[in-house]
């Protein structure tokens, strides 16, 4: 972020701070009640007031007026403020209900056919014998109905505003692609996209599961740090390429989770090599992925290489460690989701739980 729209929210920040939370008297930004404060080179700015649920009303002048605050902030052109009501959380709260273990999939960097290894990963639990869903949390370009070929399912509604998943493929599965035009969702902004992925973790009603992956958008921002500060995590598995380019995020990505103190079960190369003839062809580099994971002291769980029946597989609708499970990429799936299971266990790390600030 360039200096000047650091100041600018900073400034905003200030702004906001000096309106009173109702409930503890404290200034909104000090309450924790802004979060996922956004500022554009064009003047946008956008961010969400989180309300609690039993006194929503009382911040709905509020917004209006953080609203105004903000616009009244010199370069500030327009304003998008969202507010969002939840459930206080007992501090010890466990996770997700019904949910043994929750695994992030991210990848710090766009193109890197993250939703088609968090799809097949998914796909490699349930193989394994364990109860697994799949939630698609990528707000700017959901993946997962093309990949499950759920692309005109619609979920069902739960009690209350709640949403049961979409069984696939032997998973749990749930998208913001099945609740928005992809296209539409592409455009959403910071605060607008942090709160549609915050009530796609509070309104699903998982039942019982063994393992719940996350995939994650790409990148380093609010709306992923606010999932990963939200959802207690048993570990992370990061997806790259092996070129400097997507390295580099990669970097960025330990970074976050090593800030929210969330276990790194390991780092997949994909697009390792293309292999024709018994040659193979390293297309993006070799072996980048490897040295960062030996360079962080984080596990290396493995290379999926370029290959057209896992891309057909994508493309049709039916992940390949679903529908072909003798298949060597899906036997190395298997093998890259045992990894990271043993990964969870051998780092017995208490699943994190941190306060948003």
């Given at each position: 972020m360039n200096t000047r729209l650091a100041r600018l929210k900073d400034e905003i920040s200030r702004r906001l701070d000096a309106i009173s939370d109702p409930v503890t008297g404290k200034g909104l930004v000090q309450a924790g009640r802004v979060v996922g404060l956004e500022a554009s080179e064009d003047g946008k700015v956008s961010f969400t007031i989180e309300a609690p649920a039993d006194a929503v009303q009382a911040y709905v002048p509020l917004r209006d007026g953080a609203e105004a605050a903000a616009r009244a902030a010199p370069g500030v052109k327009s304003v998008i403020a969202v507010l969002t009501a939840h459930e206080a959380k007992a501090p010890d709260a466990g996770g997700i209900a019904g949910v043994k273990q929750v695994i992030a999939v991210a990848s710090a960097k766009g193109g890197v056919g993250k939703s088609t290894v968090a799809v097949n990963l998914a796909c490699?639990?349930?193989?394994?014998?364990?109860?697994?869903?799949?939630?698609?949390?990528?707000?700017?370009g959901p993946s997962a109905?093309?990949?499950?070929?759920?692309?005109?399912?619609?979920?069902?509604?739960g009690p209350g505003k709640t949403l049961l998943p979409i069984e696939a493929h032997g998973l749990q599965t749930m998208s913001i692609g099945y609740l928005v035009d992809p296209d539409s969702a592409m455009i959403w902004r910071g605060a607008m996209a942090t709160s549609a992925v915050r009530q796609m973790i509070d309104d699903i009603v998982w039942g019982e599961l063994d393992v719940l992956l996350l995939d994650l958008p790409p990148g380093t921002g609010d709306v992923q740090l606010t999932l990963v500060q939200r959802v207690p995590l048993s570990g992370a598995v990061i997806v790259s390429t092996p070129q400097e380019m997507a390295l580099a995020d990669v970097r960025r990505g330990l970074a976050m989770f090593e800030k929210t103190r969330a276990p790194v079960l390991g780092i997949i190369e994909n697009m390792a090599y293309f292999e024709t003839g018994g040659q193979r062809s390293y297309i993006f580099g070799q072996g980048g992925a490897r040295r960062t994971a030996e360079q962080a002291g984080v596990p290396f769980l493995g290379e999926i290489?370029?290959?057209?029946?896992?891309?057909?597989?994508?493309?049709?609708?039916?992940?390949?460690?679903?529908?072909?499970?003798?298949?060597?990429?899906?036997?190395?799936?298997?093998?890259?989701?045992?990894?990271?299971?043993?990964?969870?266990?051998?780092?017995?790390?208490?699943?994190?739980?941190?306060?948003?600030?």
């Amino acid at each position: 972020m360039n200096t000047r729209l650091a100041r600018l929210k900073d400034e905003i920040s200030r702004r906001l701070d000096a309106i009173s939370d109702p409930v503890t008297g404290k200034g909104l930004v000090q309450a924790g009640r802004v979060v996922g404060l956004e500022a554009s080179e064009d003047g946008k700015v956008s961010f969400t007031i989180e309300a609690p649920a039993d006194a929503v009303q009382a911040y709905v002048p509020l917004r209006d007026g953080a609203e105004a605050a903000a616009r009244a902030a010199p370069g500030v052109k327009s304003v998008i403020a969202v507010l969002t009501a939840h459930e206080a959380k007992a501090p010890d709260a466990g996770g997700i209900a019904g949910v043994k273990q929750v695994i992030a999939v991210a990848s710090a960097k766009g193109g890197v056919g993250k939703s088609t290894v968090a799809v097949n990963l998914a796909c490699a639990f349930a193989k394994l014998g364990l109860k697994t869903g799949l939630l698609d949390l990528d707000v700017y370009g959901p993946s997962a109905p093309t990949l499950l070929g759920l692309l005109d399912k619609k979920p069902a509604r739960g009690p209350g505003k709640t949403l049961l998943p979409i069984e696939a493929h032997g998973l749990q599965t749930m998208s913001i692609g099945y609740l928005v035009d992809p296209d539409s969702a592409m455009i959403w902004r910071g605060a607008m996209a942090t709160s549609a992925v915050r009530q796609m973790i509070d309104d699903i009603v998982w039942g019982e599961l063994d393992v719940l992956l996350l995939d994650l958008p790409p990148g380093t921002g609010d709306v992923q740090l606010t999932l990963v500060q939200r959802v207690p995590l048993s570990g992370a598995v990061i997806v790259s390429t092996p070129q400097e380019m997507a390295l580099a995020d990669v970097r960025r990505g330990l970074a976050m989770f090593e800030k929210t103190r969330a276990p790194v079960l390991g780092i997949i190369e994909n697009m390792a090599y293309f292999e024709t003839g018994g040659q193979r062809s390293y297309i993006f580099g070799q072996g980048g992925a490897r040295r960062t994971a030996e360079q962080a002291g984080v596990p290396f769980l493995g290379e999926i290489p370029i290959n057209m029946a896992l891309r057909e597989s994508a493309d049709a609708g039916a992940p390949l460690t679903a529908t072909r499970t003798d298949h060597a990429l899906s036997l190395r799936f298997r093998e890259i989701a045992e990894a990271a299971r043993g990964n969870i266990e051998r780092l017995n790390k208490p699943a994190p739980r941190i306060a948003l600030v």
